[in-house]
Nanobody
Framework: QVQLVESGGGSVQAGGSLRLSCAASARTLSKFNVAWFRQIPGKEREFVAIIPWYDPTTAYADSVKGRFTISKDNAKDTVYLQMNSLKPEDTAVYYC???????????????WGQGAQVTVSS
């Protein structure tokens, strides 16, 4: 069982930055593909970014490409999401998730964090 704990959410004005962290309860995160998703009430969970366990190659949703950066620190068993140039439309609950599958489909992720609220005001 992998337990994920997120931190770093908050409120910021448009153009600002936040960094989310996703830490694993045990030293296992380095063996999983980790992705960030976000969700607005009443809408489907949306893929944001992914980083495979085996190398630092990353992929992003078009809506965040060039503004968000996903990275990992295997020594700390933590994955980060650096969010720059934030826009009001980035407001959502952000979740990190882990899977042995390399996919952008949320249904393939069995392990989830509790969610972190990010609010961007105009």
């Amino acid at each position: 069982q992998v337990q994920l704990v997120e931190s770093g959410g908050g409120s910021v004005q448009a153009g600002g930055s936040l960094r989310l962290s996703c830490a694993a309860s045990a030293r296992t995160l380095s063996k999983f593909n980790v992705a960030w998703f976000r969700q607005i009430p009443g809408k489907e969970r949306e893929f944001v970014a992914i980083i495979p366990w085996y190398d630092p190659t990353t992929a992003y949703a078009d809506s965040v490409k060039g503004r968000f950066t996903i990275s990992k620190d295997n020594a700390k068993d933590t994955v980060y999401l650096q969010m720059n140039s934030l826009k009001p439309e980035d407001t959502a609950v952000y979740y990190c998730a882990a899977s042995i599958s390399l996919t952008t489909s949320s249904s393939s992720y069995p392990y989830w964090g509790q969610g972190a609220q990010v609010t961007v005001s105009s």
